[in-house]
């Protein structure tokens, strides 16, 4: 009698996408908006989101950085820390790490093969199922904490069943529209569903159009108000903490995130580990942040957790940057970057995909004699061409379609003394990553 085959990590990656698309590769068809199908598969698979400690991140920009950051520093602390991401840029297994090392490839198959014949009878979302094995694999684990990245909007998001020790919202931009709104108002209402009664919150940046609904989401849930001067469960907003600000830059002066743009994460950050730091947490022993532990977390968040594409110096000569910057709020602090670079020569590999505001950040791109920009089709149905972006671009440019061909186009010509910066997209630094592995 032969043996059972198994599957095999590759065969669980295939399964996945092949039969539950995710949405970096299809976009909307992918989004199942709501919680029924989560809780269903949660229930299927113990209810694990019922037996963590987690924080829980939203925003448009920066969450990913800002999750980051707070689990290098627990992790500096001494913690056991679950962090869970979206959307990976090399490997599936990226999105689930326990203190920086990602889940074994198969524990991954061995999750889709349990519950596999469920997964085929309800028929949750990729991202639903990928919820579902990371909140599994902490809590077997044994995590202290989580740290959870909220994968779109933040009320109808499938890691929303939580209920979390801290809710973190970094910022409010234009991005999904046609999922969370085209206002500024009405994409923070989505953000703010995470805020949830009795828990904690931190926003990060305030914008006239959005303080008014973070605070009425604040006072419906009981915690209103704002600084650390009282022990009630409240609503800090970072980039008005000045006073904290000063004392940050005392007790971790440098952070491994050299983008011009972390400035407003590294706050955000801070000031949500100073209500970890000052108030504790019920059911867990204080936590022990440090003024070591936050220079520690800070100064290695890369090392620490294994985060990659965030203004990543790639190869020194020519300088090789990318970043993972890829809507108008984002990068036009990469534009800002980029005007900084005493280069003689810029090669730009760019591209996009088409549910972004291409137009508005084809605006925000330096365009003197010193930037020369080649445009790339990423590797994602969703992409937009590199002759649609060329045609946007409308200033001196070439398209080259195969995102490797124009990598090594820019690297080819660029002199010792030029940069080459490759961005715009996930997938784009994704292939970046793997395709220069000086570091």
């Known amino acids: 009698m032969k043996g059972r085959n198994y599957m095999n990590y590759q065969e669980a990656v295939d399964y996945l996408y092949n039969a539950r698309p995710p949405f970096h590769l299809v976009g909307a068809a992918a989004y199942k908006p709501g919680p029924e199908n989560t809780l269903r598969l949660m229930a299927h698979v113990g209810n694990p989101h019922e037996k963590l400690r987690a924080i829980h991140v939203a925003g448009t920009n920066g969450k990913g950085s800002t999750s980051h950051l707070i689990a290098a520093v627990l992790q500096a602390a001494g913690y056991k820390v679950g962090l869970y991401t979206s959307p990976h840029l090399v490997s599936l297994t990226e999105r689930i790490r326990i203190n920086g ?29 990928m919820t579902a094995m990371a909140f599994a694999y902490f809590v077997a684990q044994k995590v202290d904490v989580a740290v959870v990245e909220v994968g779109l909007g933040g009320r109808l998001d499938s890691t929303n069943v939580l209920t979390p020790v801290l809710s973190v919202i970094t910022n409010i931009g234009l991005d999904h529209t046609e999922f969370l709104g085209n206002t500024l108002a009405k994409i923070a209402r989505e953000k703010a569903g995470i805020i949830k009664p009795g828990v904690p919150c931190v926003i990060g940046e305030t914008h006239p159009q959005t303080m008014n609904v973070f605070l009425d989401k604040a006072q419906e849930c009981g915690i209103l108000g704002e600084g650390l001067e009282t022990t009630d469960c409240r609503i800090w907003f970072a980039d008005q903490c000045g006073y904290l600000r000063t004392r940050r830059l005392r007790e971790a002066p440098e952070c491994e995130l050299k983008g011009l743009y972390q400035e407003k994460n590294l706050q955000t950050a801070f000031v949500a580990l100073q209500v970890l730091r000052n108030y504790g947490i019920t059911g867990l022993r204080d936590y022990e942040i440090t003024k070591e532990a936050i220079r520690e977390g800070f100064s290695h968040v890369c090392r620490l957790t294994g985060l990659r594409g965030r203004w990543e110096t790639l190869r020194e000569k020519p300088l090789v940057l990318c970043d993972t910057g890829h809507n108008s709020h984002g990068i036009q602090y990469v534009a800002q970057q980029l005007k900084t670079l005493p280069n003689p020569h810029i090669w730009i590999v760019f591209g996009m995909v ?73 997938y784009l630094v994704g292939e970046a990553l793997q395709m220069i592995s000086d570091k």
């Open 101 to 129: 090392v990602p889940i074994p490839e198969a524990e991954v198959a061995q999750f889709i093969e349990t519950n596999k014949a469920f997964l085929d009878e309800t028929g949750p979302s990729f991202f639903e199922t």
């Open 354 to 426: 088409n549910d972004k505001d291409t137009e508005v950040v084809m605006q925000l791109l330096p365009s003197d004699g010193k930037y020369h920009y080649i445009f790339t089709t990423p590797n994602t149905k969703r992409a937009r061409t590199a002759e649609e972006m060329l045609a946007m671009w409308s200033k001196e440019g070439i398209a080259i379609d195969d995102p490797k061909e124009a990598i090594n186009y820019a690297l080819e010509n660029a002199a010792e003394e030029d940069a080459v910066f490759i961005g715009g997209s996930n």
